[in-house]
């Protein structure tokens, strides 16, 4: 979780205020409240497919996310499931039961969106009447949550027919059912439901009501009444992706020159054995015999050079170019260690959050590369051909990796990684193609040294506080460091500021910080000189 400023872990905190008679009691009121995601739908419909996605993708782009499925709530207090019978609306037993574990799933809800820190919370259940949708808005309404109804509509037999054999018959319910059997229980079950099921209604009823539905498998949308930023990239999401059986290749660019002196970034082109592998690339390729294959590459020399022996045309992103590590780019890390010794210990101490100064952090990589990844989840056969960092986003993405993880994700060089979605997740098989190449990957340090008195910062521009009384104010000179030469005084003369006339002592942490305040400072001076003469 981002920290800002003081450093500590960010924390929203409710104060209500008891002279202002237009809050609702005990509800606080926040610009951006936390959003309970409610499914609705008949079952075999892709509701929990689209819950766990969707909370994958959220998670993902750093809005804390969790799913609560009913159904779990369900098989955990009915331990020995019988029949469909228990979904009849008659049984009013069961009835009890499912509402039961409605208001349990409910309130854990409550408890991750106000005391666990979870910003998008979704409520996987049919909710297929107007009675329970209701219920769950008051419960929005006490405790100032924005609800946002996803509603899964499909008639098609066959789509049914493949989702109640692909997840349903194999789920607990039906543990020691043969195929047929579950098959038949379940669409009994669907029918059970189907008696009060009640769709949401955008012309009368329901107008009023934020949601999406997705009808037949993203065939078409209907959208109602959007009131934030997060319902907007739900909705922009759930309009790109698709169920049809594809298959997506990730693999880094050939091994560089840069890569054998053990470079960060640049522009180098392929070694020998990296020109090997553009070759034995081009040849599992043709191997495959994929139908329509479009091929993806960075702006990057390397990148480009190993597209170049497939004989397919490719599309040059530059949002796969690898990672910008700024003033760093070009050095190895034993250069990067000797030179800014700060900045190397930071990196290892929070590699997600850590920017490079003037460059990025895997944070502003993920921001960058998620139009990939909706146009990956728009297309069918996919090969991108990327870069480390870049190539750990992707696959954090499609894995369901933390930010913790994804930075320490091992990509190496010459290997494709086969991903094929499938249900509830992705299946991934490693094809190292018999071209060998230097190891680029670094573990994860397991003890991180840094110097006395550092400056704790997230920004590669502005410098941060830190909660350690004692390094809390930046100064503009150390007592440890070489004075900071004499910047031009003149109006004039202040648009010649630019890093060509830093002094290199300067090239520490905080370098950019100081000349900016000692700039400040000069500027101040000769306005007050030329006041004076006025």
Request: charged share 25%; with cysteine; proline share 5%.
């Amino acid at each position: 979780m981002p920290r800002e400023l003081t450093q500590n872990r960010i924390q929203k905190i409710w104060v209500p205020t008891k002279d202002d008679k237009r809050r609702a009691a005990g509800a606080p009121h926040l610009a951006n409240p936390p959003t309970v995601i409610v499914m609705v739908g008949l079952p075999a419909r892709g509701k929990t497919y689209m819950s766990k996605k969707l909370t994958r993708y959220l998670n993902w782009i750093g809005i804390p996310t969790k799913v609560f499925n009913v159904g779990e709530y369900r098989r955990e207090a009915v331990k020995n499931y019988s029949s469909y019978d228990f979904f009849k609306p008659d049984n009013e037993c069961a009835v009890k039961i499912r509402q039961q574990c409605a208001l349990a799933a409910l309130r854990d809800v409550k408890s991750y969106l106000k005391d666990e820190g979870g910003q998008v919370a979704v409520f996987d259940a049919t909710n297929t009447t107007r009675e329970r949708r209701d219920m769950i808005l008051k419960f929005g309404s006490e405790n100032s949550f924005k609800i946002f109804f996803i509603e899964s509509v499909c008639d098609d037999p066959n789509v049914i027919a493949s989702n109640i054999m692909e997840v349903k018959v194999s789920c607990p319910d039906y543990r020691d059912c043969n195929k047929t059997d579950a098959m038949l229980d379940f669409q009994r079950r669907i029918e059970c439901y189907k008696t009060s099921y009640q769709p949401l209604d955008p012309d009368q009823h329901d107008r009023e009501l934020s949601f999406i539905k997705v009808i037949d498998v993203g065939c078409r949308f209907l959208v109602n009444r959007i009131q934030d930023h997060i319902q907007s990239k739900i909705v922009y999401y759930l309009m790109n992706i698709h169920v049809q059986p594809r298959t997506i290749y990730l693999c880094r660019h050939g091994e560089s020159t840069d890569n054998l002196e053990g470079r960060l970034g640049g522009d180098s082109g392929l070694s020998p054995r990296g020109r090997q592998f553009s070759a034995a690339l081009a040849r599992f390729v043709e191997e495959q015999q994929l139908k329509d294959l479009k091929v993806w590459t960075s702006q990057l020399c390397r990148s480009i050079q190993t597209a170049e022996h497939l004989g397919v045309p490719y599309e040059q992103w530059k949002a796969l170019n690898e990672i910008d590590a700024g003033v760093c780019e070009e050095m190895t890390y034993d250069e990067v260690k000797e030179k800014f010794p700060e900045e190397f210990a930071l990196r290892d101490e929070d590699k997600y959050y850590y920017r490079y100064p003037a460059g990025e952090s895997y944070q502003d990589l993920v921001q960058r590369v998620e139009p990939v990844i909706m146009e990956l989840e728009r297309q069918e056969n996919v090969l991108v051909i990327c870069h480390q960092a870049v190539m750990r986003c992707l696959l954090a993405y499609f894995l369901d990796k933390s930010a913790g993880e994804m930075s320490y994700l091992k990509c190496p060089l010459h290997t494709v990684l086969k991903l094929t979605p499938v249900a509830y997740g992705c299946k991934v098989e490693s094809i190292f193609l018999n071209v060998e190449a230097v190891n680029t990957h670094r573990d994860r340090p397991e003890e991180v040294k840094r110097g006395p008195g550092t400056l704790i910062r997230r920004n590669s521009v502005t410098p941060l506080t830190s909660p350690e009384s004692n390094i809390k104010k930046p100064r503009i000179d150390d007592l440890d460091e070489a004075p900071i030469q004499e910047l031009p005084t003149s109006v004039a003369s202040l648009a010649l500021c630019s890093p060509s006339h830093i002094p290199l002592t300067l090239a520490g942490q905080h370098w950019l910080g100081k000349v900016c305040l000692r700039t400040i400072f000069n500027y101040l001076k000769v306005v007050s000189l030329l006041v004076v003469q006025r």
